[in-house]
């Protein structure tokens, strides 16, 4: 199955979180925060949404910080996807 999100939503999938913490602690899971870091798997074509010209500034491919709760989480083919606003990429990393 194949994702293909309309307007301006991205759909990422989350970067799993380190287990460790640079000292070298173990966290188990319930003590793991969500991940903000993703990867972009695709991107909407974006165009004219609520009146204002939206124009798509990530790509496929992008890492990217998103909002701690945003978005839509979904499993497609056994792995979790994010779907999310534009607005809701916080930033980009390089």
Known sequence: MTLKPLFDR???????AEETTKT???LPGAA????????????????????????????????????KYAGTEIKCDGVEYNIVKQSDIL???E
């Open 10 to 16: 991205v759909v990422v999938k989350l970067v799993e």
């Open 24 to 26: 070298g602690i173990v």
């Open 32 to 67: 793991k925060e969500k991940p903000q870091v993703a990867e972009v798997i695709a991107v909407g074509p974006g165009g004219l949404i609520d009146g204002k010209e939206v124009v798509m500034l990530v790509k496929v491919g992008d890492k990217v910080i998103t909002s």
């Open 91 to 93: 930033a980009i990393v």
